[in-house]
Nanobody, 124 residues
């Protein structure tokens, strides 16, 4: 059985930084493109950042470009989202997702496995 698990969320002041982590059991992330998504209550989930299964391609939505960095450590079977210069509007539940042989096309669809999310709250 596959489990994708996010961690690293929390409360941070505006301008601060956080690093989210995503790992999985039941599958090896080497073969998966990975994405980080965000969602507020009552709103649709939206893509934030993705990285291809090879690690050679990354993509970001405009709202996080230049502030968030996605990376992967295959030896640790972990994907990270480094977030800096956080703003109150970054307050959301953040989800990690895996897409088999995903190329990070930026379409934000086609993900096979999802985590339960980790809450990020940015205070002003």
């Amino acid at each position: 059985q596959v489990h994708v698990v996010e961690s690293g969320g929390g409360l941070v002041q505006a301008g601060g930084s956080l690093r989210l982590s995503c790992t999985a059991s039941g599958l090896t992330l080497d073969d998966y493109g990975m994405g980080w998504f965000r969602q507020s209550p009552g709103k649709e989930r939206e893509g934030g950042a993705c990285i291809s299964w090879t690690g050679s391609t990354t993509s970001y939505t405009d709202s996080v470009k230049g502030r968030f960095t996605i990376s992967r450590d295959k030896a640790k079977n972990t994907v990270y989202l480094r977030m800096k210069s956080l703003k109150p509007e970054d307050t959301d539940m953040y989800f990690c997702a895996a897409e088999v042989y995903g190329y990070c096309s930026g379409s934000w669809g086609g993900y096979n496995y999802w985590g339960q999310g980790t809450q990020v709250t940015v205070s002003s």
